[in-house]
């Protein structure tokens, strides 16, 4: 029952004492309270907050009255305490533009707070859900020697870190592919699979929804046994039936068992550069012994549980000891200097994620200190403007402490409510805030409104409280200061001037820093935008094909499915050119790494050659565009009867041959050739300009291709180029596959465009968000400073009233009040400067193509906010002009 | 703001509090449930407005906890019995109401008894 939960909240806001003593029956009333809903959820919400109004309503005397009368310090009251609060809520009501500015302002600044907080909360605070989550580590490979980092391992490197078994209890291998077919009542479909070490699970401590996860037992024969579904697969295929389990079901065409299915909900949490995504449909099991396979074959991406106590560092020092074993097994390994580093996997996964969450909280803490001096200045005007009533109030005998208690009454109610509203709207702001968030940027599968982002927003509320009531109460003592002045409504300068200065100034320091961070985040997607990526992605439209093993077998068949769709894309209506390749830049990238060496290259060197290995076919380069700088493209002729060649990019270049020429040398790359990999001699006939492989920020790290005749896998890409609207042709595509072969499906059909985009998201992510912010910033500013100046401009009415009526003409009395203006803006403006360059550390990770420091930047928004300064100036400074002396010096 | 010495009548949600006490000590819920009852389901104390009460009631000495001698008490549950302060206090609150009862009938507001 949400309104038992809410209750039970609520009941946490009264004291320790108030609690103890009605606590229990406080329930018992609260569930009678809200027991006869009307059904649906309108009827509950009714009554939720029917429960809030109530609570909340009478929360104040719970904490204001205390103790019997007896012991009741004098003047303390609860009555005064209730009456003032009586006569703060209506005085609030009554000025109705008043209050939604300031409720207003506080909702945004709490809401966006409260967005920001739950998406950090969710992804950086809460623990990842699995057993002892703290105890689980990445290992990674690192190979110095030939300047990558962060490599999976190959299987036997995993079977000699399991030895190291007094630092690990545990060590766990996956590699994801969504290249698997299954074969369910005569259809066919693609699935994303993960081939698991049969530990994982049982490691990781997740148990079975249904059936069994795989034992280690299993494991120990020499074909993966069964297939574990994920429960969302199981729910879509086969309809939650638990019937499935222990039948057979063709993957890739091979009889599989289905063993079991996974709980709902289970997520992996590798970092993005894992190509390990966070679900996957199903999961079937590498043999127990790893020994067996190709030492230099990196696909394994692992995670070791480490024994309880066993720190960071203890881990790393065993699995350093490890990798020195397996140089000394494997010397393929020594050239490049391979050794394991560990890191704690939820810090791993959400390594990419975190520099932008954090800047994205500074910001919106930023924020809310603008919005919080936006409410001090209204408050301030407010105080300034009833200092008459203050003054006769002061008059007739109202102490100093009764005139603070009435505006601090007024501030808590606008903090309660401002707060209460940010908090519905932050709620709001999450939703919207984890439907914007870019793929890789955020791997929790939700974002509660937990504890934590409950205790975070009473934080910053009764922060915002406190700072709004002591502006109040300094401009509460400078109106009762003078109570003289006071009658007349008309106080030149003093504290009350310099308090909104202030706050005016912080305004524009804050609009300063967030309106540079949002404009270096958008120069930083131009330059992305801008930046060559080696081929032309717009236009394009590409879609996956995955071919059978077990329907088609041989080489031959598959090398001719490849062509045969080509063919039939290449005569629908306005394509262009159609190639197809086995990974498509920004989306399949890295999943392994393996060596290609030169001739002649000894074996303790070969790993200093690693390359990625793609297999195209002869018109792919051409049709998204690559330009070859050396030798030629692949031709027809180029297939499994033709001499093996292969065309690798400029990195690869560079790297085996540094002397030059690469064209017509001969190296030694892996192909897939009768359903395994093996080391072949090719001829390199061509170089291509670099290729951008994992986005367009990252620089290739080296790529050979084969052509796809000569090493036919089973997962192909095609790159659809046409002259119009890319989206025009999907609907052509599924049935021109079909057309080559009825068990050939194209999944995942989408324009290169939306990979690209979805390959920037974290920049277009901060670039969107930080827009919006900064446009509130600015707005917020603007509005602070047009109020600031109206109410200098007013003050000094009479004095302008004075200087017009003996001559001043009205530009001297404009220039005047812009001058004023212009001070506090460039005080602001300078002050924000400083804050960007201290911001500048913050964001150098985060930015692309230009300097956090960027002088252009920082200059133009600087000029940009002094003229918005200015025009927020100008309204009041030319009102003032128009100041009618005769009736300005009637005025008593 | 209580005015010793002169006996002050008590207004609104304290009025019905007494008054559902006035007959028999009871419970938390239970004189909730009085009320309701009382104003044929017009008025529904909450928790917040009807503990908040209590406290102010039982600080100003108008009503005090109580063990009842019925045989429906229940012991986890705290019983609140109304106190001669408090009595004095509803009765004024009465009298009050009286007092504008007996002027609506005069001008016509309400028809004679």
Redesign the interface.
């Known amino acids: 029952m949400a309104t038992d939960r809410l ?1 039970r909240l ?1 009941l946490r806001l009264y004291p320790r004492a ?1 609690r103890g ?2 606590g ?7 569930a ?2 809200t027991r006869d809903a009307r059904p649906g959820r309108l009827g509950s919400l009714r009554l939720a907050a ?2 809030l109004a ?6 104040p ?2 904490y204001l ?1 205390g ?3 007896g012991r ?1 310090p004098a003047g303390a ?4 305490w209730g ?1 003032d609060l009586g006569f703060a809520a209506r005085a609030v009501v009554r000025s109705p533009v008043f209050t939604v500015a300031a409720v207003g302002s506080i909702a945004l600044g709490i809401a966006s707070n409260t967005a920001v907080f739950s998406v950090v909360n969710g992804v950086l605070l809460r623990p990842l859900p699995y057993v002892d989550p703290d105890r689980l580590m990445v290992v990674w490979n690192e190979f110095p020697g030939a300047g990558l980092s962060r490599l999976p391992m190959s299987g036997p490197e995993l079977q000699v870190l399991r030895g190291e078994s007094e630092a690990f209890e545990g060590v766990a291998g996956i590699w994801a592919t969504s290249g698997t077919v299954v074969e369910v009542d005569g259809t066919v479909s693609q699935l994303s699979t993960g081939l698991i070490t049969p530990d994982l699970f049982d490691l990781l401590g997740v148990q079975a929804h249904a059936g069994r996860l795989f034992e280690r037992a299993e494991g120990e024969e020499p074909t993966p046994a069964g297939v574990v579904l994920s429960h969302a697969l199981w729910q879509q295929r086969y309809g939650g039936d638990r019937a499935v389990i222990g039948t057979t079901i063709q993957l890739n065409g091979r009889p599989t068992q289905v063993v079991g299915v996974l709980p709902e909900g289970f997520t992996l949490f590798f970092s993005e550069d894992s190509a390990v995504p966070p679900t996957l449909d199903a999961y079937t099991a590498l043999p127990w012994d790893l020994a067996p396979l190709p030492p230099e074959q990196h696909f394994l991406r692992v995670v070791a549980r480490v024994r309880p106590g066993v720190g960071v560092e203890d881990a790393g020092a065993a699995a350093a000891r490890a990798s020195g074993v397996a140089r000394r097994l494997y010397p393929g390994l020594e050239a490049t200097g391979d050794h394991f580093t560990v890191r704690p996997l939820h810090e791993d996964s959400v390594s990419a994620a975190r520099p932008a969450l954090l800047v994205l909280l500074g910001s919106v803490g930023l924020f809310l200190l603008l919005s919080l001096a936006n409410v001090s200045n209204l408050v301030l005007a407010r105080t300034l403007a009833r200092g008459r009533e203050f003054a006769i109030r002061s008059a007739i005998g109202a102490s100093a402490g009764s005139l603070a208690r009435l505006v601090v009454a007024e501030v808590l109610i606008l903090s309660v409510v401002g707060s209460l509203v940010g908090l519905a709207l932050g709620h709001l702001g999450t939703t919207a805030l984890w439907g914007l968030r870019p793929l890789g940027l955020a791997r929790a599968s939700d974002v509660p409104l937990d504890h934590r982002v409950l205790g975070f927003t009473l934080g910053m509320s009764v922060a915002a409280a406190l700072g709004i009531a002591l502006g109040s109460l300094a401009a509460v003592r400078s109106v009762r200061s003078r109570p003289g002045a006071g009658g007349r409504g008309d106080l030149p300068g003093g504290p009350g001037r310099r308090l909104r200065e202030l706050g005016t100034v912080l305004q524009l320091a804050v609009g300063v820093v967030l309106v540079t961070g949002s404009s270096l985040m958008i120069q930083s997607l131009r330059s992305l935008g801008q930046e060559s990526v080696g081929f032309e992605p717009a236009g394009a439209l590409t879609f996956r094909v995955a071919l059978n093993m077990g329907r088609f077998p041989t080489d031959g068949e598959r090398a001719r499915l490849a062509r045969e769709v080509e063919r039939k894309l290449a005569d629908i209506p306005g394509v262009t050119e159609a190639g197809a390749t086995s990974h498509l830049p920004f989306v399949e990238w890295a999943n392994w790494a393996e060596a290609a060496p030169p001739e002649g290259t000894p074996a303790s060197e070969r790993s200093a050659y690693y390359a990625d290995l793609r297999a195209v076919t002869p018109s792919y380069l051409r049709a998204i565009g690559a330009r070859v700088v050396a030798g030629r493209h692949f031709e027809e002729t180029d297939d499994a009867s033709g001499a093996p060649v292969v065309i690798i990019d400029e990195t690869m270049a560079r790297r085996i041959f540094p002397e030059g020429d690469p064209v017509g040398r001969t190296v030694l790359p892996s192909r897939f050739v009768n359903g395994s990999f093996s080391e072949t001699p090719a001829r390199v006939v061509g170089v291509v300009q670099d290729i951008r492989d994992r986005s367009p920020a990252h620089p290739s790290t080296g790529q050979v291709f084969w052509p796809f005749a000569q090493s036919p896998r089973w997962e192909l890409t095609y790159f659809v180029r046409t002259g119009g609207d890319p989206s025009a042709l999907a609907a052509a595509v599924p049935g021109a596959v079909r057309a080559v072969d009825p068990d050939l499906v194209a999944a995942r059909i989408a324009p290169m465009d939306a990979h690209v985009r979805s390959a920037t998201g974290i920049t277009r992510f901060l670039a969107l968000v930080g827009t919006i912010f900064s446009g509130l910033a600015v707005l917020l500013a603007a509005i602070g400073l047009y109020g600031l100046v109206a109410f200098v401009a007013t003050q000094r009415t009479r004095e302008v009233g004075v200087r017009m009526a003996l001559g001043a003409r009205a530009p001297e009395v404009l220039g005047g009040v812009l001058r004023h203006g212009a001070r506090v803006a460039g005080a602001g403006v300078l002050l924000g400067l400083a804050g960007a360059l201290g911001a500048a550390r913050l964001l150098a990770g985060l930015v692309y193509g230009v300097s956090p420091h960027d002088p252009v930047t920082l200059g133009g928004v600087c000029v940009a906010l002094v003229v918005v300064a200015l025009a927020a100036s100008l309204g009041p400074a030319h009102r003032a002009t128009r100041t009618d002396p005769a009736l300005v010096l009637r005025e008593p | 703001m209580t005015d010793r010495g002169t006996t002050r009548p008590v207004a609104g949600t304290s009025f019905y509090v007494l008054l559902a006490l006035a007959d028999q000590p009871r419970y938390g819920l239970g004189i909730a449930e009085e009320v309701a009852r009382r104003t044929g389901g017009e008025i529904r104390l909450g928790p917040g407005t009807l503990y908040g009460t209590l406290k102010k009631l039982l600080e100003e000495g108008h009503i005090g906890e109580v063990t009842p001698s019925g045989h429906d008490q229940d012991p986890r549950r705290r019983y609140y019995g109304i106190l001669p302060a408090g009595r004095l206090a509803l009765s004024a609150e009465a009298a009050r109401l009286e007092q504008l009862v007996f002027a609506a009938r005069a001008k016509g507001a309400l028809p004679l008894a």
Request: avoid cysteine; proline fraction near 9%.
């Open positions: 209750a609520l108030f003593r009605f229990t029956e406080w329930l018992e009333t609260a009678w309270y029917r429960l109530d609570t909340l309503r009478t929360l005397h719970a009255s103790g019997p009368p009741r009251s609860p009555g005064r009456q």
